[in-house]
């Protein structure tokens, strides 16, 4: 067992080495002209040196040979990782074609397969294609995540760190000397890289990240995972956050008919700084993210596995959860598309969206039914299920899974629209899963006597099961109303006037942060005494119409929406404000022919 002293001693130098020669990087940058420039496919605004993988490479090489790290077994994925890094130098300076740089890839996992680093659990031939598309898969991961100030670096540290610690909790020390030198080459490029950056690490430091890294998190599994489960969750948890990003994109692209091998601001990281966050706040959560899921791959080695399928699995759905509500955020210009192109469907590998949506749907609920039962028994043993009882939940649940899916479908569970879901979908969640409930009890109870299960479990089912799926249905809805009260400087601030339900309505469509046309809804007005001061659905009623032309000095508003009757005594008096004032302003009610003229020179006027 390798004590800390060399381990530290690797780190250490790592993050020393890094941080003394990106300086000479970045001043040799600027001389060679070696500078990314803004482009409107890219998210910097300013020119910033490029090339940081020049410092990468040699520090994380430095810390690993002071940490023992570079030996016969370990050589094959420095050589790989070497032959990367010279292909990014070449493509940070040429631009090599993408096919060119997936062969070298190709090449460099194959050279790993062939040196025992690969998926050893699973079963030849099988190993090599899984073994392929995991490093070919993490080093573009890496590559395309890159996308930010901080954020492969910082992400690409976490997960090294996690690796590491990995590697001594299941006794491989070699995965632990690698693991850190590369976090702390990582934590020294981030002094130069965090935002805002003054260098950026190119492909020949994120494709040579990338690759070391997907190697690492192989080697921390494939001899010492006592298990298929924990051989294939532990190196997923550990890059879970390049995972989903690449997941996200891929996607997008696809529904959005783009290429996937261009450069775009439709990154994970740029939908949440479009949503309000800063980009620092989004670097920052994806940290938050990519240590969640490490730390779920160290409790994999210390918890019963049942456990960690159930934690899993809900992590893995909030995600999901997450990448939907961030691939809603509309981020594709519409130009040149007909006025109609926003009311077809969108199409996904053939077929309309709607049909894959009630399909996700059903999906979704068959892996809660499991998850709520098995963890509803877990709660009755206190986390350790005896083998018999075991055995006898593993033959129930079929006929569990069968009762409550069809409960859900005879309660219209699956009709609604999830983006939407309101109480109408909690209530239909509700009454299936009481239903279903029952059901299963009576019939399971008819046919076992309960032997080997407890009655008490079928109560705690049914309540983790009802929650769980109340969840799924208005996760999305959270998040809306979760990111609609960040506060976003880049979007109009608009008064509502007439706090009626069409107002409230209308606040909530003008602040849906997936909408291009997003605002930021100040406040209501109202005559109504009772409405006054208070909050309509998160929204203050700031007082009356006679208070219009304080509001709009005090809260700087840009423009107001009239959720009045046109033609009434309220709504002329709004209009000669706005108009006094020079206010744009627009209705929320539906305009009459005779008013059509009118409106459109009213809502004309200067801001």
């Not at 060119?100 to 031939?125: D, N, T």
């Not at 469907?345 to 059903?362: D, E, N």
């Not at 406040?523 to 509001?551: C, I, M, Q, T």
Request: with cysteine; glycine share 8%; net charge neutral.
């Amino acid at each position: 067992m390798m004590t800390v002293y060399p381990l530290a001693a690797g780190f250490a130098l790592a993050v020393a080495a890094v941080a003394l020669l990106t300086p000479l990087v970045i001043f040799l940058a600027r001389q060679q002209g070696w500078v990314d420039r803004p482009r409107p496919d890219r998210w910097s605004q300013r020119p910033t040196a490029k090339m940081g993988g020049l410092a990468i490479f040699p520090g994380a090489l430095a810390g690993a040979w002071a940490a023992g790290a570079i030996n016969g077994s370990t050589l094959p994925l420095w050589i790989g990782g070497g032959a990367l890094f010279a292909l990014g130098v070449v493509d940070d300076r040429r631009e090599i074609k993408p096919y060119v740089k997936l062969v070298v890839q190709i090449a460099a996992a194959c050279w790993l397969i062939v040196h025992g680093i690969r998926f050893e659990r699973i079963p030849m031939p099988w190993a090599v294609p899984v073994t392929l598309i995991w490093v070919i898969g993490i080093t573009n991961a890496v590559n395309l995540l890159d996308n930010m100030d901080g954020l492969a670096a910082g992400v690409t540290a976490i997960a090294a760190v996690t690796a590491a610690a990995y590697g001594l909790l299941v006794g491989d020390s070699t995965v632990a000397a690698l693991g850190l030198p590369l976090a702390g080459a990582c934590a020294g490029f981030l002094f130069y890289n965090f935002q805002p950056a003054r260098i950026f690490m190119g492909d020949c430091g994120s494709m040579f990240l990338g690759f070391t890294l997907s190697g690492i998190a192989l080697m921390g599994t494939h001899r010492t995972a006592p298990n298929m489960l924990l051989a294939l969750l532990a190196p997923a948890a550990i890059l879970a956050v390049p995972i989903f990003d690449t997941t996200l994109v891929t996607f997008a692209r696809r529904v959005a008919g783009i290429p996937i091998s261009v450069g775009g601001k439709d990154h994970s990281s740029h939908r949440l700084v479009r949503l309000g966050l800063s980009p620092r706040d989004s670097v920052l959560l994806f940290y938050a993210l990519s240590a969640a899921f490490g730390g779920l791959a160290l409790a994999a080695t210390q918890v019963p596995w049942l456990i960690v399928v159930i934690a899993a699995t809900l992590m893995i759905l909030g995600l999901a959860a997450l990448g939907v509500f961030l691939g809603m955020v509309q981020v594709y210009p519409r130009d040149g598309q007909p006025e109609d192109a926003s009311d077809k469907p969108r199409t996904s590998f053939g077929g309309t969206l709607q049909y894959k949506k009630q399909l996700a749907q059903v999906l979704v609920d068959a892996i809660l039914v499991p998850v709520a039962y098995y963890g509803a028994y877990l709660l009755r043993f206190e986390g350790h299920v005896p083998p018999p009882i075991m055995q006898a939940v593993m033959a129930t649940l079929p006929f569990l899974l069968t009762i409550k899916l069809i409960s859900l479908a005879i309660c219209q569970s699956y009709n609604g629209v999830w983006r939407y879901a309101g109480m109408a979908d909690v209530l239909n969640v509700v009454k299936a899963s009481s239903m279903g409930s029952l059901v299963a009890a009576l019939m399971i109870g008819q046919a076992t006597g309960f032997h080997d299960l407890s009655r008490a479990a079928f109560f705690l089912d049914w309540l983790l099961f009802t929650n769980l799926a109340i969840a799924a249905r208005t996760g999305l809805t959270a998040l809306r109303h979760l990111f609609a009260g960040v506060p976003n400087a880049d979007v109009p601030r608009v008064l509502i006037v007439g706090a009626s339900s069409l107002g409230v309505a209308a606040a909530q469509a003008l602040t849906d942060p997936t909408s291009l046309q997003r605002a930021a809804v100040v406040g209501l007005l109202d005559d109504d005494p009772a409405k006054r001061y208070r909050s309509l659905n998160g929204f203050p009623v700031l007082g009356s119409l006679e208070d219009l032309p304080e509001v709009l000095e005090e809260e700087q508003v840009d423009s107001c929406l009239l959720a009045l009757t046109p033609g009434t005594a309220a709504a002329e008096r709004a209009t000669r404000v706005c108009e006094r004032e020079k206010v744009p302003y627009s209705w929320a009610t539906p305009i009459t022919p005779a008013l059509e003229k009118r409106e459109r020179r009213e809502t004309s006027l200067p801001a």
